[in-house]
């Protein structure tokens, strides 16, 4: 796992010859290297041939011309594809960027008048039923009946509607009818506002989050993300990087900024991709201007960027960790911090250094180290009013402690174990 992880960590597709000063590479290190890579060819290929419920995002890009007017030559391929998967068995869900652009080509605007999010709201309005028009057609050929979904954040934030989504969505799947799911634009100002805008980091501010927050939620084992770009590139040769096992500071510092038509860039894909690999699924980034890329892709052939999976985590804490909304902040002590990290202890009061923003009980909170990282989330045992009381109980008992020969405090329960998730490099 060592070798393999340097391999990707310096994003390069090689080993490179080493100055006299440091040790060679030896045979067996770069046979042993050998290995490693067809072995993660062998895991990619049998992951989404297996891959029964899969994601299928469409970029801006993919779905429209510059002109804002939707693109068959580029669409018509793809939907046959996915016809094809579905004939074969497996169920698809498509998340479809373009309504905006749409609205706007439709509308006769200038690129500029998209400024203005109540104007780019309008035309969400209007390009919501364009692209459904189209879908419809499309699909209408390979007698597959489409249904539309428009979310929001609080479809994701709020557990009950949380659930709900995937009932829905699963009962759609059932009746043989593809789904096709975009944000709410014309109620909903996450995704369509800047992505950097506001001190509020937003649950998704893009399709590509908003995808993998769906495969997550349905608990698919395929994410496929189709742009215009062939994979994630290398930076030194612009060579595609087939085969990804973790993403790096080096990966994300090579992800480009948002792409001109959409809002979405390499990293909000990096960011999918992960969300992908940590629930155990299979993510892909690939062009979707290539022919038969669908077909390819689950046939297991070496086609774009597959990120592999990692742990699975499941149910509500996948939620705790994705889709919630973080709505207070615990600072934590060393040894709390190890306790939540090593043995995943529930989160008690005597760990607890102090309580930064309002939280009420029942909220996802996030739990951070004295410098500020965060180490997990968790749902709250109590509001922070009542957890700033057991604290401040907590300093006045050990203050009595020390003017008598008191026992120490008893420490409370802020946060079960059991609605604990760690996270590593900010996520789970």
Not at 3 to 16: D, L, S, T, V
Not at 175 to 203: H, K, L, M, Q, Y
Request: with cysteine; aromatic share 4%; hydrophobic share 40%.
């Amino acid at each position: 796992m060592g070798n393999r992880r340097r391999f990707y960590k310096n994003a390069e597709g090689r080993y490179q010859r080493q100055t006299h000063s440091e040790a060679a590479l030896t045979y067996s290190q770069i046979n042993k290297h050998v290995n490693d890579e067809s072995k993660l060819e062998v895991k990619r290929g049998k992951h989404l041939r297996a891959a029964r419920r899969v994601v299928v995002k469409l970029g801006t890009s993919t779905v429209s011309g510059p002109d804002g007017h939707l693109c068959d030559d580029r669409v018509q391929p793809i939907v046959r594809s996915i016809a094809e998967l579905m004939k074969a068995g497996r169920q698809v869900v498509l998340v479809s960027s373009g309504a905006v652009g749409l609205g706007r080509a439709w509308l006769d605007l200038h690129q500029s008048r998209l400024r203005d999010v109540v104007t780019k709201q309008a035309c969400a309005a209007v390009g919501q039923s364009l692209l459904m028009d189209a879908y419809k057609r499309l699909f209408a050929k390979w007698e597959i009946k489409v249904a539309q979904v428009l979310l929001t954040e609080e479809d994701f934030t709020v557990w009950r509607r949380y659930s709900n989504l995937r009932h829905t969505i699963e009962k759609l799947l059932q009746f043989g009818v593809i789904p096709i799911i975009n944000e709410n634009d014309t109620v909903s100002t996450a995704e369509i506002a800047s992505v950097n805008e506001g001190a509020r980091t937003p649950v998704f501010s893009d399709n590509d989050r908003l995808a993998a927050l769906v495969m997550s939620g349905l608990e698919a084992e395929a994410l496929v993300l189709l742009s215009n770009v062939d994979g994630f590139l290398r930076r030194s040769d612009g060579e595609v990087i087939p085969i990804v096992d973790e993403i790096t500071p080096e990966m994300r510092a090579m992800a480009a900024g948002p792409s001109g038509g959409g809002r979405g860039g390499m990293t909000t894909k990096l960011e999918a991709a992960e969300i992908a690999m940590q629930c155990g699924g299979t993510a892909v980034i690939s062009n979707g201007q290539a022919r038969d890329v669908l077909r390819q892709i689950f046939a297991g052939e070496p086609v774009g960027t597959a990120f592999l999976p990692n742990k699975r985590v499941r149910g509500k804490r996948r939620w705790i960790a994705f889709a919630a909304d973080v709505q207070g902040r615990i600072v934590v002590d060393s040894g709390a911090e190890q306790a939540i990290r090593n043995g995943k202890a529930s989160l008690l009061s005597s760990g607890v250094v102090r309580i930064e923003s309002h939280f009420a009980i029942k909220d996802v909170v996030s739990i951070v180290n004295r410098e500020g990282r965060e180490i997990a989330r968790g749902i709250a045992g109590c509001d922070s009013h009542e957890a700033e009381e057991v604290l401040a109980e907590k300093s006045a008992g050990k203050a009595r402690a020390r003017g008598a020969a008191a026992g120490a405090p008893q420490s409370r329960i802020l946060v079960r174990r059991d609605n604990i998730v760690v996270l590593n490099d900010g996520r789970s």
